[in-house]
Nanobody, 123 residues
Framework: QVQLVESGGGLVQAGGSLRLSCTASGSTSSYYVMGWFRQTPGKECEFVASINSGSSTFYADSVKGRFTITRDNAKNTMYLQMNSLKPEDTAVYYC?????????????????WGQGTQVTVSS
């Protein structure tokens, strides 16, 4: 079992930056595909980005060019650097571990989730 804990959320003005962290404990493995999702009230959970053990990445079109996902396997930590933030990026951000080797954007393919961290972007 893997436990995931996000941190780094907060309030930022439009155009600003934040870096989220996700630290894993328990049965951790650098072989896992990891991902970031986000959710706002009344909307479905939205895929943001994923990264595999070799640090290949996959991004949602809405964040491509603004967000960067990275990982430090030695620290069992994944990061999401968010630049040029927009009010529509406001959401609770969750990190998750994939149960397959696929860098999927489908929520159902992730089986361990953190508790989430709030990101609020003011206009």
């Amino acid at each position: 079992q893997v436990q995931l804990v996000e941190s780094g959320g907060g309030l930022v003005q439009a155009g600003g930056s934040l870096r989220l962290s996700c630290t894993a404990s328990g049965s951790t493995s650098s072989y896992y595909v990891m991902g970031w999702f986000r959710q706002t009230p009344g909307k479905e959970c939205e895929f943001v980005a994923s990264i595999n053990s070799g640090s290949s990445t996959f991004y949602a079109d809405s964040v491509k060019g603004r967000f960067t996902i990275t990982r430090d396997n030695a620290k069992n930590t994944m990061y999401l650097q968010m630049n040029s933030l927009k009010p529509e990026d406001t959401a609770v951000y969750y990190c998750a571990k994939s149960r397959t080797g696929s860098m999927s954007s489908t929520r159902g393919e992730y089986d361990s989730w953190g508790q989430g961290t709030q990101v609020t972007v003011s206009s």
